[in-house]
């Protein structure tokens, strides 16, 4: 076995055979982990620790990066999907529960890993940071399994709203917490920071931008689909859009998933049957084949020798973040009297975690190098408490992004089955 590893490290497999070999297997691995009453994205995960760096390392981190393009296509549709899921009348009949389950679910994580961690730490710059990721979901978790089992009712509606918008929320909570977090560092050096008014507002204006590109994109979009009839061409059309949108807020740093979400909201709430059902149509077709690519992709980044580290901070980041998503999502429910099953089983419905999550803790370690005062020197180089907390925070949330991306569908079709919302052949 080792023989066949070292060999298979060390092949230069062109890449688009190997697409094409992962989407063959991924659709088989996807078909037979339902033998396990486990929904198939946990199969595509499966497959890509396989070609991962865990085992085969055909996906390295070099292809990886030659691929990075392919998750964003993927989460790209898939906020469209959700925003046209997304009709006035529909949110208008779920109400301001909605509202009061996203508030409650993101600040309930954020609350909860904060207390946990300030307890085991004492120290109130890691106790922010993390707390600011917790929030943060993974959609296309959620989504994909819904779609996978052609979930229908209120909790469903509900997933898709609350998965859509947290988004929004989770962007403006990390905002502030890495301004907060920014500022701390400085004072431990003697500085002061003259523009944290300014960094408090980089989210907000993030939000709003997104929201007003999307709204410009479905505009014209909506004026150029109307004149076609095929629903190929209709296809072809917001294709090219996605991609263009995904293009500009990655230029733009804007969210890519509330841009394209806001998109699709767009375009179900103004346009006719006749053009909605043909998008929607084509997108059942696609969405599969994005998932079996983004979730074997997702899989070969989870790097299974990163468990152990988890340690005691990783340990309570996963309670304090699932009891805190849990807890909240049925306190908003209660306060915005939802009906019974959407309070006691939509917290189960958004605990995935991934790709969002990695990358903010990127961004902290990036944010922070440097930053804070000096606490040792190693090989001539000095390590602040900047770069500490930076190495620390990604270390562990890749570790705990593991554990959710596994868990997270699985309570998601858990809730989905309690609440009577889907039928398994």
Same mark, same amino acid.
């Given at each position: +076995?080792?023989?066949?590893?070292?060999?298979?490290?060390?092949?230069? +497999?062109?890449?688009?055979?190997?697409?094409? %070999?992962?989407?063959?297997?991924?659709?088989?691995?996807?078909?037979?982990?339902?033998?396990?009453?486990?929904?198939?994205?946990?199969?595509? +995960?499966?497959?890509?620790?396989?070609?991962?760096?865990? &085992?085969?390392?055909?996906? $390295?981190?070099?292809?990886?990066?030659?691929? #990075?393009?392919?998750?964003?296509?993927? %989460?790209?549709?898939? #906020?469209?999907?959700?925003?046209?899921?997304?009709?006035?009348?529909?949110?208008?009949?779920?109400?301001?529960?909605?509202?009061?389950?996203?508030?409650?679910?993101?600040?309930?994580?954020? !609350?909860? /890993?904060?207390?946990?961690?300030? %307890?085991?730490?004492?120290?109130?710059?890691?106790?922010?940071?993390?707390?600011?990721?917790?929030?943060?979901?993974?959609?296309?978790?959620?989504?994909?399994?819904?779609?996978?089992?052609?979930?229908?009712?209120?909790?469903?509606?509900?997933?898709?709203?609350?998965?859509?918008?947290?988004?929004?929320?989770?962007?403006?909570?990390?905002?502030?917490?890495?301004?907060?977090?920014?500022?701390?560092?400085?004072?431990?050096?003697?500085?002061?920071?003259?523009?944290?008014? %300014?960094?408090?507002?980089?989210?907000?204006?993030?939000?709003?931008?997104?929201?007003?590109?999307?709204?410009?994109?479905?505009?014209? =979009?909506?004026?150029?689909?109307?004149?076609?009839?095929?629903?190929?061409?209709?296809?072809?059309?917001?294709?090219? &859009?996605?991609?263009?949108?995904?293009?500009?807020?990655?230029?733009?740093?804007?969210?890519?998933?509330?841009?394209?979400?806001?998109?699709?909201? /767009?375009?179900? $709430?103004?346009?006719?049957?006749?053009?909605?059902?043909?998008?929607?149509?084509?997108?059942? &077709?696609?969405?599969?084949?994005? =998932?079996?690519?983004?979730?074997?992709? #997702?899989?070969?980044?989870?790097?299974?020798?990163?468990?152990?580290?988890?340690?005691?901070?990783?340990?309570?980041?996963?309670?304090?973040?699932?009891?805190?998503?849990?807890?909240?999502?049925?306190?908003?429910?209660?306060?915005?009297?939802?009906?019974?099953?959407?309070?006691?089983?939509?917290?189960?419905?958004?605990?995935?975690?991934?790709?969002? #999550?990695?990358? !903010?803790?990127?961004?902290?370690?990036?944010?922070?190098?440097? +930053?804070?005062?000096?606490?040792?020197?190693?090989?001539? /180089? $000095?390590?602040?408490?900047?770069?500490?907390?930076?190495?620390?925070?990604?270390?562990?949330?890749?570790?705990?992004?593991?554990?959710?991306?596994?868990?997270?569908?699985?309570?998601?079709?858990?809730?989905?089955?309690?609440?009577?919302?889907?039928?398994?052949?």
């Amino acid at each position: +076995m080792e023989r066949l590893i070292d060999y298979l490290d060390g092949l230069e +497999m062109p890449i688009l055979l190997l697409i094409g %070999l992962t989407v063959i297997f991924g659709f088989y691995f996807g078909r037979n982990i339902k033998y396990l009453k486990l929904p198939s994205i946990i199969g595509y +995960m499966v497959l890509g620790v396989i070609l991962g760096p865990s &085992f085969l390392n055909l996906f $390295n981190d070099g292809i990886q990066d030659q691929l #990075a393009f392919i998750p964003d296509i993927a %989460l790209g549709f898939v #906020a469209l999907s959700i925003g046209m899921e997304l009709k006035l009348s529909t949110l208008r009949k779920l109400g301001k529960s909605i509202i009061y389950i996203i508030l409650f679910e993101s600040f309930g994580a954020f !609350l909860l /890993v904060f207390i946990g961690i300030f %307890l085991v730490t004492h120290d109130i710059l890691l106790s922010i940071v993390f707390a600011a990721i917790a929030p943060a979901s993974a959609p296309a978790g959620t989504v994909a399994v819904i779609r996978e089992y052609k979930a229908k009712g209120n909790l469903t509606k509900a997933l898709y709203a609350v998965v859509g918008f947290d988004d929004g929320l989770g962007i403006i909570i990390f905002g502030f917490a890495l301004a907060i977090s920014k500022d701390i560092l400085l004072h431990q050096t003697g500085e002061a920071s003259h523009n944290i008014w %300014l960094t408090l507002f980089y989210p907000f204006k993030e939000i709003i931008l997104s929201f007003l590109l999307g709204g410009i994109i479905a505009t014209i =979009f909506s004026l150029l689909a109307r004149k076609l009839k095929n629903a190929g061409d209709v296809f072809i059309l917001i294709f090219g &859009f996605v991609l263009g949108t995904i293009g500009l807020c990655r230029s733009l740093h804007l969210s890519l998933i509330l841009t394209n979400m806001i998109i699709g909201m /767009v375009i179900i $709430n103004t346009q006719q049957t006749s053009l909605t059902s043909k998008i929607e149509e084509r997108l059942s &077709f696609i969405l599969p084949l994005l =998932f079996i690519l983004f979730f074997t992709l #997702a899989g070969a980044n989870l790097h299974i020798g990163a468990l152990p580290s988890l340690g005691l901070i990783g340990v309570v980041y996963v309670l304090g973040r699932t009891c805190g998503l849990i807890g909240g999502a049925r306190l908003g429910a209660i306060i915005g009297k939802s009906e019974d099953k959407i309070r006691k089983y939509l917290g189960l419905g958004i605990l995935s975690q991934a790709g969002v #999550a990695i990358g !903010l803790s990127l961004m902290v370690k990036q944010e922070f190098k440097g +930053m804070g005062k000096i606490i040792e020197t190693v090989n001539g /180089v $000095n390590i602040t408490t900047g770069d500490k907390v930076g190495a620390l925070v990604i270390t562990i949330v890749t570790a705990t992004c593991i554990l959710f991306e596994i868990i997270g569908p699985i309570t998601t079709k858990i809730a989905l089955k309690k609440a009577g919302e889907i039928k398994e052949n």
